[in-house]
């Protein structure tokens, strides 16, 4: 097996006999030699008028490639007497659960939400209704914020570990194996339900457990250690060790542990405005007058700029996707990102955010809620100037630009509708002045980007988590209580699927290390 790689146009990327004679042109095939190839990795390079395609294929000769597909070792576990008890079954606790099963400790899953099913429903009463329920919603329930809000895999964070597992069991419970090929890859909110139950499954089958509407509710601490936890104030169940993968919503957890003198801090976040912009008009922008076709993707962008030294970006950029509300309480409302795996509906949605950070607030610094306070006083305001329901404010980008109200929108595809409302009256000066100066750099990057035909919908304010949960970075331990394992969003050590799903495992790994000590 040996690797080529080259550059080819949108359409020779797709055409079988020129990839193969690609082969044999760079790999000094013999002319009579049957060849087996597959892709190993793909990527765009749209900086330049001509579009190309990075290409990097796995061939042989006269010899099918062996199978790129790992096998996993999950054991029986229904009888183990190392239990690992795991609040929380978003990604982390899953794929915590995964690898548990692979050490031979049982996994005992809480989950405060509802299966992908039952959980589908209560999305439609939100977006049809307005009517948030608290414990089941974008946020909350099995699979995480990432089931029904996306689903994109790619990270910056390969030095924390094994990217390609997660992307390897992912496929293995049912994900198309392109995800090991795209350099950005996206599973997408119409396929993830079905991985997550299948994944569910597995760890039910092994031994472990699985329980939903169990929503941690309190804990008994003696010295460095939790004893026991309360699940939907019932009895107490006593544990050993706890992997707290509770998501970055789960603002009841940081009080929780505040409430019992556990350590946590204020962490620094980002919070902004969600833009919708038509695709056509991503796909004109970043193919330099060319439309999406057969051969290109629906055009994404990654924006980053500095304002007075602060960050603004691009986050959570959805092309062919959907602005969807992800409120977990009732009087508040907060803006997220989806698509679907073929990302083919007629708008594009980006997060753009400011970074904020507990010294913008000046004497409260070393509160631990000083930035979640902050998060919740601007999603509280959107709710009550939106009429006190799950519409959001929004202002057409170019009127953001110049200070001006909008007096009409060109659509939007938010189902529970938008209000017209200046940012101003929302945010703080030292966030909209940002944004607005982010906007105008960002329109030199992307010419035609600050446009009237744009629309912002604010908040785009759940980033990653205002509270940090401080660990031990060897043993993965909370700094004070040495059963406790805070992991990825929720805790502030990991942003997306992927990171989440490998701080998770590692989790699982630090605790059979110790057990067999």
């Given at each position: 097996?040996?690797?080529?790689?080259?550059?080819?146009?949108?359409?020779?990327?797709?055409?079988?006999?020129?990839?193969?004679?690609?082969?044999?042109?760079?790999?000094?095939?013999?002319?009579?030699?049957?060849?087996?190839?597959?892709?190993?990795?793909?990527?765009?390079?749209?900086?330049?008028?001509?579009?190309?395609?990075?290409?990097?294929?796995?061939?042989s000769e006269n010899e099918a490639l062996d199978n790129r597909l790992q096998g996993f070792d999950f054991k029986e576990v229904v009888d183990s007497s190392k239990v690992v008890h795991?609040?929380?079954?978003?990604?982390?606790?899953?794929?915590?659960?995964?690898?548990?099963?692979?050490?031979?400790?049982?996994?005992?899953?809480?989950?405060?939400?509802?299966?992908?099913r039952n959980r589908r429903r209560d999305l439609a009463i939100l977006n049809k209704e307005g009517i948030v329920n608290p414990e089941s919603n974008y946020c909350f329930g099995e699979g995480g914020a990432?089931?029904?809000?996306?689903?994109?895999?790619?990270?910056?964070?390969?030095?924390?570990?094994?990217?390609?597992?997660?992307?390897?069991?992912?496929v293995h419970f049912g994900a198309s194996e392109e995800i090991l090929v795209e350099a950005h890859p996206h599973v997408g909110t119409n396929k993830l339900p079905q991985i997550i139950t299948a994944i569910r499954e597995k760890i039910i089958e092994k031994g472990g457990e699985f329980h939903f509407e169990h929503k941690l509710t309190d804990l008994k601490v003696e010295g460095q250690k939790i004893k026991a936890i309360q699940i939907n104030d019932g009895a107490f169940v006593e544990v050993e060790n706890i992997v707290l993968a509770t998501g970055h919503s789960a603002r009841d957890i940081f009080e929780l542990l505040h409430k019992h003198q556990i350590k946590i801090k204020a962490k620094p976040f980002a919070l902004g405005v969600r833009v919708e912009h038509s695709q056509a008009f991503i796909d004109k922008i970043q193919y330099h007058g060319r439309l999406n076709d057969d051969y290109l993707p629906p055009a994404s962008y990654s924006l980053v700029t500095q304002v007075d030294g602060k960050g603004v970006y691009s986050f959570c950029m959805c092309p062919g996707g959907i602005i969807a509300p992800c409120a977990t309480d009732t009087a508040e409302v907060v803006t997220n990102g989806w698509s679907p795996s073929k990302r083919n509906n007629p708008y594009s949605n980006s997060g753009i955010v400011v970074s904020i950070d507990p010294s913008d607030f000046k004497g409260n610094e070393n509160d631990p809620f000083v930035c979640l306070n902050f998060q919740k006083e601007i999603e509280r305001k959107c709710w009550e100037l939106a009429g006190k329901n799950q519409q959001v404010p929004a202002q057409c980008l170019l009127d953001f630009v110049q200070k001006k109200k909008s007096q009409g929108f060109p659509r939007s595809s938010y189902q529970p509708g938008i209000v017209s409302i200046e940012m101003d009256k929302i945010f703080p000066a030292f966030v909209t002045e940002r944004l607005r100066q982010a906007f105008i750099d960002f329109g030199r990057k992307m010419h035609g980007f600050v446009t009237n035909d744009?629309?912002?919908?604010?908040?785009?304010?759940?980033?990653?988590?205002?509270?940090?949960?401080?660990?031990?970075?060897?043993?993965?331990?909370?700094?004070e209580i040495t059963n406790l394992y805070p992991s990825a969003e929720g805790a502030g050590y990991a942003g997306g699927i992927v990171s989440a799903a490998i701080d998770g495992m590692k989790c699982v790994e630090a605790i059979e290390g110790k057990i067999r000590m």
């Open positions: 097996m040996q690797d080529i790689q080259f550059q080819c146009s949108p359409e020779e990327a797709k055409d079988e006999a020129f990839l193969l004679s690609k082969i044999k042109e760079l790999g000094n095939v013999s002319p009579t030699s049957k060849i087996y190839f597959r892709w190993k990795k793909r990527s765009i390079d749209a900086r330049k008028a001509q579009i190309k395609i990075n290409c990097t294929l796995t061939f795991i609040i929380g079954g978003g990604p982390a606790g899953m794929f915590a659960a995964l690898r548990a099963l692979e050490l031979g400790l049982k996994p005992i899953i809480f989950e405060r939400g509802k299966d992908v990432g089931t029904y809000s996306d689903g994109k895999l790619y990270t910056r964070s390969k030095k924390r570990g094994d990217v390609d597992k997660i992307l390897q069991l992912l744009a629309v912002i919908h604010a908040p785009e304010s759940r980033t990653s988590s205002p509270v940090l949960i401080p660990r031990n970075n060897e043993t993965f331990q909370h700094e």
